[in-house]
């Protein structure tokens, strides 16, 4: 998980997240609200950066891409949003959504990043492919349909004369 | 395929592309994030070319009107001066929508909004 630029904006909006809390209603009786968790989440943070020069820019711009955009989660230093302590230390941060630059002169750059904190599950899958390995080659009888189109694989009514079996071993099948 | 005018905007403004992600929320509000594919798409720039006549707003519509929003392009340096912007090999431009001009006493200003787009055969 990597770690946003400490880069101090200009200025900061943020709000303070939503509790994890569903409401039920029905005739007769007033809502009902259930709490699911004690977690709250989603607190959104405009970070609105003016005039970044062009070294600053570019990382902004290398994380954003290292991060898989919106995609990967990341963590940010506190000072980059202002000192607040609205989230909680578990929470994680994603791009809420993807930055626009405004080039207003010569490498000066203004920019508004939309990043959100959540409790985020990092999950990782892998497949991995390189260790597998080809069994020992053997031999194998082959038979071909022979007749006239068109050939029909019937499964259910199917009255063979000799009662065979078709076995198609697909989970840890071996050579 | 034609370059896009050499010209110099005025005003410039860049977003990167974005990754095709499905996401995934619970009750507890955790949330997982699933990224599609290593290709970012969307690449978007906006340029507004302003000038006192009318020559800069020809060349731009003159390129648009072969161009259209099908055959991609390549755009020269100087639209993207001292920008450092960098773009995934092989990926040309197309016209987002067709540029926009507005008149007013003296100045002319043209906006154009392009998209990068993969390679692709016409």
Redesign the interface.
Known sequence: MSTFPTLIPNSIDFDFGTP?I?EYSAFGIGPIRFR??D????QAFSLKYQALD?TS??LL?TH??DN?????EFSVPIAVVGGVNAVNSASVY?YTT???????G??RYNVTISIRA????L?QFILVGESAQLGSLAAFDSYVFSGTAPFILDAVDADPAVAASFILNAGGASL | MSNFPSLSPQ?????????A?RRSKT?????????RTNA?I?Y?LRFTFTSGSTAQQNQIFSHYAIQNRFQPFDLPTSVLQ???LTFPAGYQWIYARAPTVVHEPGVIRVSVELLLVAPYNI
């Open positions: 994890q569903s699911h968790t977690y709250i989440n989603g062009q820019i570019e711009r954003y891409s898989s955009g919106t995609a990967g994603r993807t930055p626009t630059e405004e080039h207003i010569f490498q959540i409790e985020g599950v999950i | 005003s410039r403004s860049y977003t990167p592309g974005s990754f992600v009750f507890s509000g955790e949330e997982v994030t699933v990224r970012a969307d978007k001292d920008s450092g």
